[in-house]
């Protein structure tokens, strides 16, 4: 099956935080870092799979260490403004910003100042597949009866993005199938929702958290899942993967958090203990299970390995 790696670490990090008494800079009296106030930077609009899960783990940091985190949204060019904004932030230690595939395929696809290995790296929470949604009057039935028409007729595809994460799902159909999607581009995946719902396309791919109130309500029917497994959700169970329809494509999105890069070796090892501790958390669980992730997790070092091989991986679906 076409699928790119999926990290599957354990959540084995604990972590107890020292908490002391901290100047505004983040430095302690005594020399640890500890931050008074945080930034979380989310490279897309509100509404969207990125910004749901980049206010959630914002709240959980929160929780888990009693520190301001305040969200800012930061959109425009497909995720390349935030970005592009988060690297001038390099060697701030109390900012941090949730990431996703976009900080890959970003750079493989579009001249920008960045890649991966411009930020630290601080921890992978989990993996969100996507689901090819359609509105509930489409004729369309299954993906096999979206595959078979894209190859007589002309089927348009909602994107949030020329490098985003249902650009990438839909050009691994494409490769896989022989066949061609029209494109219709938005910002965000809140705005493509609103898309298909107002008919401007015939076909999304969305992530659970972001289409499950409208396939509860009828509004919206899937018609599978681009995973290697059916879900295990009870919402999810009886939606068939791709490749029970012939369409041989399985992808996750992955969500976690980078710092900027330069930052102290000190921060790093913070932030990388608190994400472990909100990773053992009440909060981390309702996280995965409110967004239908897959709790695959990977801390430092170990997600910069997973982000060198999915970029490497992804560098095939963009022919580069």
Request: proline share 3%; hydrophobic share 40%; net charge negative.
């Amino acid at each position: 099956m076409k699928s790119l790696p999926i990290t599957a670490l354990g959540l084995g990090l604990a972590a107890t935080l020292a908490l002391t008494a901290c100047s505004s800079t983040g430095a302690s009296a005594g020399g640890a870092f500890r931050p008074s106030n945080t930034t979380m930077t989310v490279p897309f609009s509100a509404g969207g799979g990125s910004d749901i899960s980049g206010r959630t783990v914002a709240a959980g940091l929160e929780a888990a260490t009693g520190v301001n985190v305040t969200t800012e949204n930061r959109e425009g060019g497909a995720g390349a403004v935030g970005y592009s904004y988060f690297l001038g932030q390099a060697g701030t230690d109390s900012h941090l910003l949730a990431t996703e595939t976009s900080l890959l395929t970003l750079p493989i696809a579009q001249d920008v100042e960045f890649d991966h290995t411009s930020f630290t790296p601080i921890a992978k929470f989990g993996d969100d597949y996507t689901l090819l949604v359609v509105r509930a009057d489409s004729p369309y039935r299954t993906c096999a009866d979206v595959v078979d028409a894209a190859g007589t007729d002309r089927v348009v595809a909602a994107v949030s993005g020329a490098v985003s994460l249902d650009e990438v799902v839909f050009s691994m159909v494409e490769k896989d199938q022989d066949v061609e999607f029209d494109r219709v581009p938005f910002e965000s995946g809140g705005e493509v929702l609103a898309g298909l719902l107002a008919g401007q396309v015939d076909i999304a791919s969305l992530n659970p958290s972001e289409a499950i109130g409208q396939i509860e309500s009828g509004d919206f029917r899937a018609l599978c899942a681009f995973a290697e497994e059916r879900y295990e959700y009870e919402e999810l169970a009886d939606i068939p993967t791709a490749a029970e329809q012939g369409i041989d494509v399985a992808f996750a999105q992955f969500r976690g958090i980078i710092a900027p890069g330069g930052i102290s070796d000190e921060a790093a090892d913070y932030w990388i203990d608190v994400a472990g501790t909100f990773a053992e958390s009440d909060e981390y669980t309702t996280y995965i299970e409110d967004n239908y992730l897959q709790p695959n997790v990977s801390y430092g070092d170990e997600f910069a390995e997973y982000l060198e091989t999915a970029s490497s991986d992804l560098e095939t679906v963009f022919d580069k």
